[in-house]
């Protein structure tokens, strides 16, 4: 059916609707459902196989201590030091001292960690002053994770999964939170949700790179929801690129994160074009030095990006990564399997290096919340990457999946407590501008909203990459505002029951108000500090920017004040 003659929508109730299925969503959903509130469960793709988590194939921070000791203190030090600074302390607590716990739930729930003499087995990762690192196998625990919730959801009761389905607007009445308005893809369809708490599980915003390790669906949608529905936004200059992104040969069929386990546990070494090491000539930048064999992302993020500039990069604009050094038996007994895929793409890591090179992978800001994954709008829930504040200016490895697991339980419990609390506020009227604007789609000449994207990615790939200079971001935010201005107010339709353009629409709609939300912050935050780097502006300046900032809108265009971290008091 044409969007511009939607009939009425179809109208559905629950206590507690989560948008987003990937690893925090399926877990809130859980706990929601484990409070006793009913539960909606939507995305945009099939349940429990978007977003990250599915798509993860390392390992999962937590101060399990069955192989060395450790206690979820030594954790949170490692997180408050990779985060620079500007980590909500309560947020990174929480995420320390909770992921054990969660952990160990999941290995009640079969995940399947790696063991070694009856205990799960850890491994040491960049950033961390000990092994804490547990996986199912290095290339196989997203997966394995997604597939445990995936069952826990299917032995269940109260939580309806719905698939297919686009979020357009939080519904909102009288300031708090009653539900959303949707787009149901495969029928055109409009849909109204009543719920008494809705909690926001999108992931993240790398999709709106040219070059990223996202899922499709990860163009930061949560975060332009949460802004319209008058919720803040935290950090949303710090987007995190994994440095070592497969570059060359051609791979086909495997993931382009996929070398940090190797690195891991192999060793591998970062050369240039010299076929020299390089990673210690960059360990002390900002007067930082890891005091491990790899540095953290952020470092070695500059520090390959760095060795191109100057001209000793490899042949496709990369680092090399070279295992040569390895005896193949031992690389062999680490990844069998994968040994053998990669042979199949021609790459024989026993006798050359591969080429790689930084690739957007993680977003360290997000939706503001308390320590209960409240937004400041009263029913409004966010956990998983969705959420900002507990990395700071750069995430430590691992955090990831501990980050969904523990904020998605918690987001999960309070919903359902305050569902229980509630009275039913939702109004038709709270859905009227949604349908309002889905009735006003027209198929008509208008820019391709599908190319728009393209550009709106090669635009934050270059301006807005991880090494980023004054005239390169106000470039991009001139170009934000013109792509804004070429797609207009009003949708653009193709006039069908299943309507790509309209998606695609719906979709830059909230890629252009986010890539907004990240670049004016970044021009604001004149410093380099973890994952935002300056060129005109090297190294920290703690006495004006060791302080967040928090993004709102407001007549339409982008608001920013500071706050000092933690503690949410305004700073001058």
């Known amino acids: 059916m044409p969007s511009s ?15 987003g299925a990937g690893g925090a969503g399926m877990y809130a959903a859980l706990e929601a459902a484990r409070g006793g509130a009913s539960v909606i469960l939507a995305d945009r793709s099939l349940i429990g196989r978007g977003g990250a988590t599915v798509m993860a194939q390392m390992t999962v921070a937590a101060a399990l201590g069955e192989q060395t000791p450790d206690h979820w203190e030594h ?27 969660r952990l160990r739930e999941m290995d009640a729930w079969k995940v399947g960690w790696a063991r070694e003499d009856g205990h799960i087995k850890q491994a040491q990762a960049p950033g961390h002053d000990r092994p804490r690192c547990a996986y199912v196998d290095f290339l196989s625990t997203g997966p394995a994770v997604s597939k445990t919730l995936r069952t826990q959801l299917n032995n269940a009761s109260g939580i309806r999964r719905i698939g297919d389905l686009v979020i357009v607007d939080i519904a909102v009445r009288d300031n708090e939170a009653c539900g959303a308005t949707a787009w149901h893809l495969t029928t055109g369809q409009a849909v109204t949700i009543a719920a008494r708490a809705v909690i926001i599980a999108t992931g993240g915003l790398t999709g709106l790179y040219r070059r990223n390790s996202a899922s499709s669906n990860m163009g930061g949608d949560g975060y332009a929801l949460a802004l319209r529905a008058g919720a803040e936004l935290i950090d949303m200059e710090f987007v995190q690129f994994f440095p070592i992104g497969h570059l060359a ?35 002390a930048r900002d007067g930082r030095s890891d005091g491990t064999y790899v540095l953290t992302r952020d470092l070695a993020t500059y520090a390959i990006t760095k060795e191109v500039e100057a001209g000793r990069g490899s042949p496709a604009g990369g680092a090399y990564l070279s295992f040569r050094h390895v005896p193949e038996a031992d690389i062999r007994a680490a990844f069998g399997p994968v040994v053998d895929r990669l042979l199949e793409n021609g790459i024989d890591l026993a006798q050359r290096a591969v080429e790689v090179a ?44 501990t980050e969904a697991f523990v904020f998605g339980a918690r987001a999960g419990r309070e919903a359902a407590l305050r569902a229980k609390a509630a009275t039913a506020a939702w109004s038709p009227g709270a859905a009227r501008p949604a349908l309002d604007l889905l009735r006003s789609a027209s198929k008509r000449d208008a820019p ?24 390169k971001l106000r470039s991009a935010i ?23 353009v309209l998606v695609d629409w719906l979709d830059l709609r909230n890629m252009l108000q986010v890539a907004q939300s990240v670049a004016v912050p970044a021009l604001a935050r004149t410093e380099s500090r973890g994952a935002h780097q300056r060129d005109d502006h090297l190294g920290l300046d703690d006495a004006a920017w060791r302080v967040n900032q928090i993004v709102t809108l407001a007549d339409g265009g982008i608001s920013l004040r500071k706050v000092e971290p933690t503690t949410g008091k305004a700073a001058s």
């Open 5 to 19: 003659e939607l009939t009425d929508a179809t109208h559905l109730e629950t206590d507690v609707l989560v948008i």
């Open 75 to 101: 954790h949170l030090a490692d997180t408050l030091n990779a985060g620079r600074g500007l980590c909500d302390e309560r947020l990174a607590a929480l995420l320390c001292e909770d992921g054990p716990h």
């Open 249 to 283: 040969p051609r791979l086909v069929g495997m993931d382009p994160i996929m070398w940090d386990p190797f690195r891991y546990k192999l060793g591998g070494k970062l050369l240039n074009a010299e076929m020299r090491e390089f990673e210690d000539d960059y360990a």
């Open 358 to 401: 930084p690739i957007a992978h993680y977003h360290m800001g997000g939706i503001r919340v308390d320590d209960r994954m409240q937004t400041g709008v009263p029913g409004l829930y966010a956990c998983g990457e969705a959420v900002g504040g507990a990395n700071g200016a750069n995430r430590l490895s691992g955090n990831a999946i």
């Open 448 to 471: 391709n909203p599908a190319a728009m994207v393209v550009k709106l990615q090669a635009v934050m790939a270059d301006d807005v990459g991880p090494f980023r200079t004054d005239a």
């Open 478 to 500: 001139a170009s934000i505002a013109q792509l804004k201005a070429d797609i207009g107010d009003t949708p653009i339709s193709s006039a069908t029951a299943f309507d790509p």
